[in-house]
């Protein structure tokens, strides 16, 4: 038996769907989210509003609109508003719409049929069911590209103006688009992109410091007392910063290192353990 045991207190604290309570260096754009979308805590049936977010690969996207989506809905539920966050990968769903929005409803309905039914017709019967039970959504997109790439304009189309149709009923639906860089949205027609690029946020990739204050937060969170060197955490930062400052780069580096040095009875997780899990 290991005279140290393992060197992890919570590897779930570095697991790529974790969302910790607080974004270190990240603040600001939070801040942005929830001011843009503040107006549902007031008079949530009076507007919908659709964000975009973009940045390189580890710059905090994803983790930015979940940590919103529990913080926003927490504040609803305590003004006793029925707001929803769902969070779709566009991706996982091969950029289909009918799958996206198919994911939507069966979270209102599990046992929803499948079949019989066109993308339009289940966004038409999403809005029914929100308005059935007084809720609002706001659905994120993640890589967004995809369903741009698969079903272009004009499904981005029918999704950003469902309201227009719709004036004299709530607005029950609002968007926040999550993608690399905005290039993709030059395949949509003039109408849709200007639609979509009202509001902005643009993260930049972490700076080395920055990358150092996650790494600590995450260390702190997942790791045992005095198991991980600064020297370690220094060179990983160093390595996610060299990655374009990629934050989710250096937390997989961190799991990894970790495992090397409880699989060979270490008990601290030295920089060798790092290289070690960079050359895997």
């Given at each position: 038996m290991s005279p140290y045991g393992s060197v992890f207190r919570d590897e779930t604290k570095l697991d790529i769907n974790y969302v910790p309570h607080k974004l270190p260096?990240?603040?600001?754009?939070?801040r942005l989210l929830k001011e843009f979308f503040s107006f549902i805590l007031r008079t949530p049936s009076k507007m919908a509003q659709r964000v975009m977010i973009t940045g390189k690969v580890g710059s905090g996207k994803t983790v930015l609109s979940q940590r919103f989506g529990a913080d926003i809905t927490r504040e609803a539920d305590k003004h006793g508003i029925n707001l929803r966050y769902a969070h779709v990968n566009c991706r996982e769903y091969r950029g289909s719409l009918f799958l996206i929005l198919y994911h939507v409803v069966s979270v209102f309905h599990p046992n929803f049929p499948r079949r019989g039914y066109s993308a339009e017709e289940l966004l038409r019967i999403l809005l029914q069911i929100l308005d059935e039970e007084n809720a609002y959504v706001i659905l994120a997109l993640d890589e967004f590209e995809s369903l741009v790439e698969r079903e272009g304009s004009d499904a981005v189309y029918q999704l950003t103006r469902i309201h227009e149709a719709r004036q004299?009923?709530?607005?029950?639906?609002?968007?926040?688009?999550?993608?690399?860089?905005?290039?993709?949205?030059?395949?949509?027609?003039?109408?849709t992109r200007s639609t979509l690029q009202s509001n902005i946020i643009n993260?930049?990739?972490?700076?080395?410091?920055?990358?150092?204050?996650?790494?600590?937060?995450?260390?702190?969170?997942?790791?045992?007392?005095?198991?991980?060197?600064?020297?370690?955490?220094?060179?990983?930062?160093?390595?996610?910063?060299?990655?374009?400052?990629?934050?989710?780069?250096?937390?997989?580096?961190?799991?990894?290192?970790?495992?090397y040095t409880d699989a060979e009875d270490l008990g601290t997780v030295i920089p060798e353990c790092v290289r070690k899990a960079v050359s895997s």
């Open positions: 260096h990240r603040d600001a754009e939070l004299d009923k709530p607005q029950r639906l609002s968007f926040i688009c999550i993608l690399r860089n905005l290039k993709i949205t030059e395949r949509l027609d003039a109408s993260l930049e990739g972490y700076s080395k410091p920055q990358l150092k204050d996650i790494l600590d937060d995450r260390v702190f969170l997942a790791f045992k007392p005095s198991t991980v060197p600064e020297d370690t955490v220094d060179s990983t930062a160093e390595l996610a910063f060299a990655q374009g400052g990629n934050a989710r780069f250096g937390i997989e580096l961190l799991w990894r290192a970790g495992k």
